[in-house]
T-cell receptor
């Protein structure tokens, strides 16, 4: 069965600190996709990144970076020099792919990030 | 920008009343999902449709919930009769699903409070 675990329920940092959100997943699929979504206080889930299981290169987008390690089944998300606007709930998610692709996402429980000024 | 549109944004109702939530997916997307978000359970998949056909609704309480797609531009989620434990935020999401898993586009959600 597929499962996504975000062990950190809440994280609080002071602005400009770096912060890493952990995500560990379980799947028997050899082909799968991993996602991160952000849910700001307004409530809408906003897509941040998609990574397929064959691409283990780390990715950087501005202050955001993602570390995918297949060996440890982890897909961690780091925010560098955090800002108050980064305060949100962040969800990691897993999707099937290939012949078993249904498109549905299995979400972790989310990590609430609070960035204090 | 193309967006998933959900109505109503907020709904307060009394136990036993019927509630209908509506979703307009992004034009061209072939898959529509209904998720429910609560503090205790997080984001749960209730049901989803591919090309308007229901693929899986095993996440829904069958006795009171029903989901339909009467046409490609409208998905509905109905609760009858509603109960206080149904209080949650209900999200609709759509995607163009091919062999590769694509991004899900979420609506702003319908916040339901059942008194």
């Amino acid at each position: 069965a597929q499962k996504v675990t975000q062990a950190q329920t809440e994280i609080s940092v002071v602005e400009k600190e770096d912060v890493t959100l952990d995500c560990v997943y379980e799947t028997r699929d050899t082909t799968y996709y991993l996602f991160w979504y952000k849910q700001p206080p307004s409530g809408e889930l906003v897509f941040l990144i998609r990574r397929n299981s064959f691409d283990e290169q780390n990715e950087i987008s501005g202050r955001y970076s993602w570390n995918f390690q297949k060996s440890t089944s982890s897909f961690n998300f780091t925010i560098t020099a955090s800002q108050v606007v980064d305060s949100a709930v962040y969800f990691c998610a897993l999707s099937e792919s290939g012949s078993s692709n249904t498109g549905k996402l299995i979400f972790g429980q989310g990590t609430t990030l609070q960035v204090k000024p | 920008d193309a967006r998933v549109t959900q109505t109503p944004r907020h709904k307060v109702t009394e136990m036993g009343q019927e509630v209908t939530m509506r979703c307009q997916p992004i034009l061209g997307h072939n898959t529509v999902f209904w998720y429910r978000q609560t503090m205790m359970q997080g984001l749960e998949l209730l049901a989803y449709f591919r090309n308007r056909a229901p693929l899986d609704d095993s996440g829904m309480p069958k006795d009171r919930f029903s989901a339909e797609m009467p046409d490609a531009t409208l998905a509905t989620l109905k609760i009858q009769p509603s109960e206080p434990r149904d209080s949650a935020v209900y999200f609709c999401a759509s995607a163009r699903v091919t062999g590769a898993a694509g991004e899900l586009f979420f609506g702003e959600g319908s916040r339901l409070t059942v008194l």
